[in-house]
């Protein structure tokens, strides 16, 4: 079973820019397409950015798009997230998850291993 360590997480202002980093374990990373969620106190987790295996196909949700990148090094075992514009509403913990087999980026149900969350606080 894969083991995944997210990192890079704190407090920063609005407007700021965090960059999260998750780190795998194991040999076979670049075989699993990866994927970013977040979960706000009281609310649902929910998809943040996705990735494909090789880097090339990256998915975002609305609410992200134009403020974050998701991107990986398969020589590090290892996916990004770099975050700016940031909103206090993005307020929350920050998940990283492989995604096992079928098409959808986008449901938690495709992912079958998670990390257990960086904490991103944004101050007003």
């Known amino acids: 079973q894969v083991q995944l360590v997210e990192s890079g997480g704190g407090l920063v202002q609005a407007g700021g820019s965090l960059r999260l980093s998750c780190a795998a374990s194991?040999?076979?990373?670049?075989?699993?397409?990866m994927g970013w969620f977040r979960q706000a106190p009281g609310k649902e987790r929910d998809f943040v950015a996705g990735?494909?295996?090789?880097?090339?196909?990256?998915y975002y949700a609305d609410s992200v798009k134009g403020r974050f990148t998701i991107s990986r090094d398969n020589a590090k075992n290892t996916v990004y997230l770099q975050m700016g514009s940031l909103k206090p509403e993005y307020t929350a913990v920050y998940y990283c998850?492989?995604?096992?087999?079928?098409?959808?980026?986008?449901?938690?149900?495709?992912?079958?291993?998670w990390g257990q969350g960086t904490q991103v606080t944004v101050s007003s």
């Open positions: 998850a492989r995604r096992g087999s079928g098409p959808d980026y986008y449901s938690q149900q495709a992912y079958d291993s």
């Open positions: 990735i494909n295996w090789s880097g090339d196909n990256t």
């Open positions: 194991g040999r076979t990373f670049s075989a699993y397409a």
